[in-house]
């Protein structure tokens, strides 16, 4: 045990140190591509805005980490770790994950922290995507994009689409964060009610940001999405958080739900926060369909 745990020591000291970077990025218009390395592991980066202003490399302050998937820094951060005590050197905390896990071929961390005075501004969704020819894709795939607050905080699902090529996951957001791949072997049904609270509390938390009356269509859309997962349809629920999306997006087009995000962090971008929230629990829905 002591020896596991001097390995894992040394494996975190040396990924702590590795950081890799941007190989050739290309800005398109709203659209920035490139190829990120770490370690002789590469993937295709795409972050993708509706409407940016000051999109450059260095304003979106990307950086590339390589993770010890068993150091407890990387553990802490997964939802479902448990701790088993601690051990004797040190009593550093002994932490296991049988669900959520980063896969051994691809222990990759991206972080995008644009830096407070780059006068980088975008408005509604910030797309972010990930493609490595590292892992495989498999019909019925647990791999999931994950992302947390920058350097600390919990990482969630926020997965809006899983394909081919070899692994090709997208997600969405109203900020920027740490994203990572993972595998999620929690039951689809758990994540789906985790994301129906993660929905509800953003709606909820905002409220006195939006509109009164926009606010209370999407609150209703919400309630009667939530009872049709509850009744067993989740059909259903997916045809309302289709319109619940449209609706928060036709709302901050005409200014009743604040839609913009700048690098210096004084702006709610609860339109952008709303909309891939509801995407990624339409996500999870359509992996417990028939």
């Not at 509706?50 to 450059?56: F, P, W």
């Not at 390589?66 to 770790?81: K, N, Q």
């Amino acid at each position: 045990m002591i020896k596991r745990f001097l390995v894992a020591f040394a494996l975190l000291v040396l990924a702590a140190s590795a950081h890799g970077g941007l190989i050739d990025p290309v800005i398109d218009d709203n659209e920035l591509t490139a190829t990120v390395e770490i370690g002789g592991l590469q993937a295709e980066l795409t972050v993708r805005f509706e409407n940016a202003v000051g999109l450059t490399p260095s304003n979106l302050g990307i950086s590339v980490h390589l993770l010890d998937p068993l150091a407890p820094e990387v553990l802490g951060r997964l939802p479902g770790t448990e701790s088993l005590g601690s051990l004797s050197l040190g009593g550093v905390l002994n932490l296991v994950n049988d669900l959520v896990t980063v896969p051994a071929g691809f222990p990759v961390m991206v972080r995008i922290d644009p830096p407070t005075d780059s006068g980088l501004t975008f408005e509604g969704v910030v797309e972010v995507e990930i493609y490595t020819q590292v892992l495989h894709y498999e019909p019925g795939t647990a791999l999931r994009l994950f992302k947390a607050p920058t350097g600390s905080g919990t990482f969630q699902d926020v997965t809006e689409e899983v394909s081919p090529g070899s692994i090709r996951t997208r997600s969405g957001g109203g900020h920027f964060s740490d994203f990572m791949i993972v595998r999620d072997l929690r039951a689809p049904a758990d994540v789906v009610d985790e994301k129906f609270d993660r929905l509800g509390d953003l709606l909820v938390s905002h409220a006195g940001q939006i509109d009164a009356s926009v606010y209370t269509g999407l609150a209703a859309l919400y309630v009667d999405a939530a009872d049709a997962w509850s009744a067993g349809t989740p059909a259903l629920a997916d045809s309302l958080l289709d319109q619940f999306i449209a609706d928060t997006e036709k709302a901050a087009s005409e200014g009743d739900v604040p839609n913009v995000w700048r690098s210096a962090r004084d702006l709610d971008n609860i339109d952008g926060e709303l909309r891939s929230a509801a995407r990624t629990l339409r996500f999870s829905l359509g992996q417990v369909q028939p």
